[in-house]
């Protein structure tokens, strides 16, 4: 008998893997799910995007195996799209690195980063996949809570007392998924230099910066954070190519090598075609951001009265493509409260305790739903 390798032994199939399929089973039998569950933009990129691609497929060379550091174009593409949205300077030969979706970077960096017992610090609540890669590299998880009285903003002078002699990486996400609270940027600094203080690599997670945010903002803006930070970014919600799986990660020389020496022996390199519709995704004028935004906000005003019905409380000032809420007082567990309208309702939404013990008494709403569709499930209640 063939066994499976210990690691799998740490994880278990992704919540949306499972659910899903439940859900796909009752749409089987003819059940009119409303899924608001899943952050999949259900938009489409630009037509400068699709016209970028359609044309690369003809060009010379598109169809053989491209550089594992992405086009030069690409990479200035990202440097200038880092100076123009974020005053941030990056040198594209040495401080960029292309990824196939930002998911694939929290893999490359923790392989590139972390020896068995090693331990990193995480968000609870916060993404799963940063617990999961952890995991399966032998790394031990190190939890720091985020509440809504501290604005879900790591306590710092709490993680100082801890002893953190073996913590190598920490993973932060502003704004934040999946609560959407923002950081500020004397919030940005105080972090920074606590993982100055403390040796530790800390890695801002940033997909979500342009969706419902008047000041997008990275890390790298603090003075010097190059040399103890990282940042993630993606395509996938800003511009609507999810399922291109466009990401790239930002940093010093010595820390994208580190990465690089990992990604170059995993993959081959992106599709030349998506690299050219990534290219011309990243030079999109403020027009684009202006109208994304006009349809989120007309969801979310939507989402925020299906909340109310629901009875449930949330930050009107939260950014990003979800509303997180909290449910009324007395209210059944958070994935008791989700089934229960489910199976009454025939709508899907996330219970918060995917995202941790902290996420327990919240729902999460996508606006990854047409209006319609919105106007639809407020109906039903």
Not at 324 to 352: C, H, M, N, R, V
């Amino acid at each position: 008998m063939i066994r499976t390798a210990e690691r799998l032994n740490s994880i278990q199939e992704y919540y949306f893997s499972k659910k899903l399929r439940e859900v796909r089973g009752l749409m089987a039998q003819g059940r009119p799910i409303i899924n608001m569950g899943i952050g999949s933009p259900d938009l489409v990129p630009s037509k400068k995007v699709l016209n970028a691609i359609q044309t690369a497929v003809t060009e010379n060379g598109a169809h053989q195996y491209q550089s594992y550091q992405g086009l030069p174009q690409l990479r200035n593409a990202i440097a200038q799209f880092y100076k123009q949205r974020f005053q941030v300077t990056a040198d594209p030969d040495t401080e960029i690195l292309p990824l196939m979706g930002s998911k694939e970077g929290i893999m490359h960096i923790s392989l590139a980063f972390l020896n068995e017992g090693d331990e990193v610090l995480i968000p609870n609540p916060g993404y799963p996949t940063y617990t999961s890669v952890t995991n399966l590299v032998g790394a031990v998880p190190k939890y720091y809570d985020l509440t809504d009285e501290n604005g879900w903003f790591p306590d710092l002078e709490e993680l100082q007392k801890q002893d953190l002699s073996k913590v190598r990486v920490m993973w932060l996400s502003y704004p934040h998924m999946p609560t959407g609270a923002t950081a500020t940027r004397d919030q940005f600094k105080k972090i920074v230099a606590f993982a100055r203080k403390n040796d530790i690599l800390l890695v801002n997670d940033n997909p979500y910066s342009f969706v419902l945010n008047s000041d997008p903002a990275s890390i790298l803006s603090i003075e010097n954070a190059k040399d103890v930070c990282l940042e993630l970014n993606s395509l996938s919600k800003t511009f609507n190519m999810a399922g291109w799986r466009v990401g790239f990660v930002l940093g010093n020389d010595e820390h994208i090598n580190a990465i690089l020496k990992v990604k170059s022996n995993m993959d081959s390199g992106m599709f030349y075609g998506i690299q050219k519709g990534a290219i011309a995704a990243l030079e999109s004028t403020d027009d684009w951001f202006e109208e994304l935004n006009n349809v989120y906000g007309k969801r979310r005003a939507l989402v925020f009265q299906l909340a109310d019905t629901l009875g449930c409380t949330y930050d009107r000032n939260a950014v990003g493509m979800f509303v997180w809420a909290k449910l009324p007082q007395g209210s059944k567990s958070s994935e008791e409260f989700i089934d229960d309208i489910l199976y009454k309702k025939d709508l899907f939404i996330t219970p918060g305790t995917i995202f941790g013990s902290k996420g327990e008494g919240y729902i999460r709403f996508s606006l990854c739903i047409s209006e319609d569709k919105i106007k639809e499930a407020i109906a039903r209640f």
